[in-house]
Every structure is written in C-alpha cells, then in structure tokens.
C-alpha cells in the first residue's frame, strides 16, 4: 500500500515448512472463502452468504470468526444462521466475534454456511465518487475485512476466496482472481462471478462494483492486464495506467513469476494512496491523470509479489511488504531512468526517515504495536524498510543479492515470512553470517551518527580520517570516501576509527558517502 503525501538441505525444509503460518492459538485454519454479496441501491444493507472451509488443526469443540456485530449505530452485521450440510449450527454473535460451538477432531474438514445482513460499519466503502455515481469498494487493510465479511481477519491465516456479487444490472463488478461467471437476473439485476486459486490473506481480498470504463490493456506472458476507470475518466485512466504491462513485465523478469491470473488497476474509493489487493490494486480516485501515477503503479504491483504473494506472518514484520515494495520502486525507476533517480530517491527517503525518528523513535520491527496497526504506515517501514534491503544489496553484491531475493519468493510464495526468515535465505545465499546487519538496522532504533575529523600531513602527502560513532548503539558498516573521484572503503565497527590515506599532497576534494549508500548522517570538521 502506498500512503497519500543455494540450500543445504536441512535448511531449506526448514525454511518451508515455516511458510505456513497458522494464526497462533486457533483451532482451525481457513482453507477457502465463497462469499455471496447482494448489493441494492435503495440502502446501504448488505445481505450475505458466506460457505467457510476450515481445517482443524486439533480436536475442539468450538471456534471463532470475526465479524464485527451490529451495533446501537445500525452499522454492523447479524448473522441469522448458520449452518453445516443443511443443518443448524448453534452460535453466539458478541461484539467483534462469531463464537461457532461445533465439535470436530483433529485434521478434520468442515464447511460452515453462515447467513448474515447489515450495513458495513467499515471495510466496505458504499459512497458516491467524485462525479456524484453511488460505488462499493472493498478496503480491508489491515483487518478491516471483519466488518462486512465473517472471516479470520488474521494476515497469518491466507485462503483461496471466490465472490458472486448480485448488483444492479448498470454496475460492472471486478474483484481477485478471474470472472467465471456473469448472469443477467429478473429485476435488472446481474449477477458476477470472480474465482481466485491462490491463496490470500483476508487484508487483500476485495471486491470493486461501479459504473467502469474497460480495456483490456494487453498481455505480459499470457496474464491479462486490464484498466478499470470511471468513465468520465476513460481517455486519461486508458493511457496513464496502461504503464502497468511495462512495470508488470520488469518485475516478472526481476524477481519471479507473478502469481496471480491477471491484473486489474482500478481507479476507486480506497482511503489509501493505492491498496496492493491481490491482482485487484485499488488506487485513489485522483490518480487518474496524477504526474506520479508510474511511481505509484510501480509500489502497488510490486506488493503483488511482496505483502500479497508473499506476506508477512505478523504486521511487526510490515517492512517485507512496505520496504520491499518501496525498494522495489526504487529498483524500477533506476532500471527505466538510470543511476541518478536511485541516489535522488535514497537522499529524499533517508531525509523521511531522520524526520520520523525525531517523532517515534522505535526498531522497523516494531512489536510495540499490537492494535492500532495504521500507525505502522510510518517511515520506517516504508523508506527505512527500503534503505535496508538497499544497504544489503551493496553488502553481498548484485548477483547474491538478486539471487537471494529470488529464492526468498520461490520459498514463501503462498505462505507467510517473518524477518528471521529472509535473514536465513540470504545469509545462506551470502555464505556469511548477518546477524549483526539485520540486528543494528532491523531490531534496533535509530541510525549511524558520525563525527569526521580530517587532518592533513603536508610532510607525508597524505591526510587522516578520524571517525567517531556519536550514538549510543555501534553500528559496524562499509563508509566510502571519494579522493579526488578514487574511492576508498572505510570498515567501521568501532567508537572510533582511524586511517590514513596516501597521495601526493595535494587533495582538491574528499566526499563521503558519494553515491548514497549509507544511512547515516555526517558532521566534519578539520583538525587545526
């Protein structure tokens, strides 16, 4: 989402199998969703069907779903039943919880029919757009899912999802996955189909229902690339978005096989800047003609592949999908318009993140926050999230880093990842430990301060670097300092650190950190 403003064996089985993340303390885990939504125009009441496959992961007599229940307001959902092959399944509807008293043992297969209306006191946006047309659109992040759709509103916890939406016949309805279906019902109402194979965690499943403009863009390796826009929009959202296809393709090639059946770019009603829904990205309604819509489309796709396909196992990790796709962005537009963009983008983002540590200074993996996960939308997840994996891509080096990222996608494709996760597949792609590289920028606050003191020796044609780590946690890193354009790696680990650098006296300049590759900040001074 994008705000507005080579394995040994053992190793690798171990990686894999701590792919499939299950929500911590559930009985159960979700093994599909086949949501029926009928929408109407007279009112904002939603009527829903939701047939809910779960497995048990262990012998129990009851289980939970979310689901947030009608309140005083009128917002909210009532479940009026529920039922299991026809027959009647007791269950009790307590504020944001569907208690579901149904015994079952271990490793069995159920599936739930639960029967419920209201209106979505969150999660789906019913409102008119920016030319006064009434819209519904899904908009989940992070576990907003629960207020219009009965589900284990858990990141950990990823399903296959089919919707069949009833609508009014006027609207177009787009959504995960493919169309498998459009019928055309009594009343000038229509019914459609969308059908998605691979599993989803429940923050990007969504459906979109408006009036749209259509164009099937084209092809990228036999995936659809489609535009939906308003159609007031058309010509404009027709040309902006078709970038897509070129972003699409970059990352194809870059990382690894898309994992979904097609791609839809939809302009819409999301509060966010852009919302990464599995092959189904929402972006705001203003982007149609925004100068940054490349930029944005670049963010919102490569979510596609991190934080959808490949999705953190709890949002303390939120830097796998928000660093991920910043630097991912970051990586396109260097490919597209050459070296400087990366260096002028780092600069900007490193600004960002000193600017946020003055605010909340805190670790990018941020466990302190165990609710109100929208305050994570923060600059460190995002462009310190991206400074790191920038930072280890110039540590191993562009084959390895690649290599690693590549093998990172291949392994938790479909499931979930935690940072110990990624630490493991690149260090074991690196051959050398990264403890301390993903301790210091990953689980501890703040960033390098240096101090530089340079002193010439006329005598012996050569100058001195002093460098002293003013902060309180040492950090151990590469330091390149630029001689009149030669460049000199400085390893530093220590409270201060000393070297001496040959020449022939006469030295017209000295540039630290000169192409960007550091987040650190820097004060010098010149010893007399």
Not at 276 to 288: D, G
Not at 326 to 345: C, H, S, W
Not at 480 to 502: L, N
């Amino acid at each position: 989402m994008k705000k507005v403003y080579l394995c040994s064996l053992f190793l690798f089985l171990l990686i894999s199998l701590s792919s499939n993340a299950q929500v911590p303390g559930s009985p159960i885990d979700v093994q599909h969703y086949s949501f029926a939504i009928h929408l109407n125009d007279k009112n904002d009441i939603i009527e829903g069907k939701a047939d809910i496959t779960v497995k048990f992961l262990q012998k129990a007599n009851s289980f939970h779903l979310d689901l947030v229940k009608q309140k005083a307001t009128g917002k909210g959902m009532l479940v009026s039943s529920i039922t299991e092959k026809g027959n009647p399944v007791q269950f009790r509807q307590i504020s944001d919880t569907l208690n579901i008293i149904a015994s079952a043992r271990e490793g069995s297969m159920h599936t739930y029919r639960v029967t419920y209306h209201g209106v979505p006191a969150d999660g789906l946006i019913i409102s008119t757009n920016k030319f006064g047309h009434r819209t519904f659109f899904g908009d989940n992040w992070p576990n907003r899912a629960h207020n219009w759709l009965p589900c284990v509103d858990n990141i950990a916890d990823k399903a296959t999802v089919d919707f069949t939406v009833t609508a009014p016949a006027r609207y177009q309805v787009v959504s995960n996955g493919l169309k498998v279906g459009e019928t055309t019902l009594p009343g000038n109402l229509k019914q459609t189909k969308w059908k998605e194979s691979a599993p989803l965690p429940t923050k990007v499943m969504v459906i979109g229902v408006a009036d749209f403009a259509v164009d099937h863009t084209g092809d990228v390796n036999k995936i659809p690339v489609y535009t939906y826009v308003f159609p007031e929009n058309k010509a404009v959202g027709f040309s902006g978005y078709a970038v897509a296809k070129e972003i699409l393709s970059y990352y194809m090639g870059k990382v690894g096989p898309y994992a979904y059946e097609k791609l839809a770019n939809v302009q819409s009603k999301t509060i966010f800047g852009g919302m990464e829904n599995a092959s189904c990205i929402f972006y705001f309604e203003n982007s149609v003609g925004d100068k940054g819509i490349e930029e944005l489309m670049a963010h919102e796709i490569a979510h596609q592949w991190f934080g959808d396909a490949a999705s953190e196992k709890s949002f303390a990790h939120l830097w796998l999908s928000e660093g991920f796709a910043t630097y991912m962005t970051n990586v396109y537009l260097e490919n597209k318009y050459g070296a400087d963009i990366l260096k002028q983008r780092l600069e900007k983002d490193r600004k960002d993140v000193f600017e946020f540590e003055k605010q909340r200074l805190t670790p990018v993996v941020d466990t302190a926050v165990k609710d109100n996960y929208m305050q994570l939308l923060n600059a460190n997840s995002y462009q310190k999230g991206g400074w790191v994996l920038h930072m280890l891509r110039r540590k191993m080096g562009d084959e390895l880093f690649w290599k690693g990222i590549r093998a990172y996608y291949e392994i938790y494709d479909g499931g979930n990842a935690n940072t110990a996760d990624l630490q493991n597949v690149m260090q074991n792609t690196y051959g050398q430990s990264l403890d301390q590289f993903f301790k210091q920028w990953l689980r501890t606050p703040g960033h390098p301060e240096l101090h530089i003191y340079l002193s010439y020796n006329n005598a012996k044609k050569s100058f001195t670097i002093n460098i002293e780590q003013k902060q309180s946690n040492l950090y151990e890193f590469t330091l390149d300092c630029s001689v009149d354009g030669q460049i000199h790696k400085i390893e530093v680990k220590d409270k201060k650190t000393h070297i001496e650098i040959p020449g022939n006296g006469d030295f017209k300049q000295v540039v630290f950190d000169p192409n960007v590759n550091l987040l650190g900040e820097f004060d010098m001074s010149e010893d007399e």
